[in-house]
Nanobody, 123 residues
Framework: QVQLVESGGGLVQAGGSLRLSCAAS????????MGWYRRAPENQRELVAI???????TYADSVKGRFTISRDNAKNTVYLQMNSLKPEDTGVYYC?????????????????WGQGTQVTVSS
């Protein structure tokens, strides 16, 4: 089985910084994209940032220039460095990874999600 375990959330004042981490473990053959999503109160889950296995990245317009996504392929870990945080960044942040596992003589690629970590930015 595959698990994604997140850490690094918390309470911070506006203008502050936080760093989220998400480590994937289990019977992993390879990982394609890894990303972070967030759900603000009464809102739908939205993409924050994504990084592909080759290192290319995509960011939501609302976080460009403030957040940086990175990954350590040797550790199957993705990071989200969040700077200049704003109250509107408040929400539950979820890690996502497209992970390939072995299934019999073949392989299966599917999405996995972390349990979520709360980020609260006070004004």
């Amino acid at each position: 089985q595959v698990q994604l375990v997140e850490s690094g959330g918390g309470l911070v004042q506006a203008g502050g910084s936080l760093r989220l981490s998400c480590a994937a473990s289990g019977s992993i053959v390879s990982i394609n994209a890894m990303g972070w999503y967030r759900r603000a109160p009464e809102n739908q889950r939205e993409l924050v940032a994504i990084i592909w296995s080759g290192g290319s990245t995509t960011y939501a317009d609302s976080v460009k220039g403030r957040f940086t996504i990175s990954r350590d392929n040797a550790k199957n870990t993705v990071y989200l460095q969040m700077n200049s945080l704003k109250p509107e960044d408040t929400g539950v942040y979820y890690c996502n990874a497209q992970i390939r596992t072995q299934q019999g003589v073949g392989f299966r690629l599917q999405d996995y999600w972390g349990q979520g970590t709360q980020v609260t930015v006070s004004s």
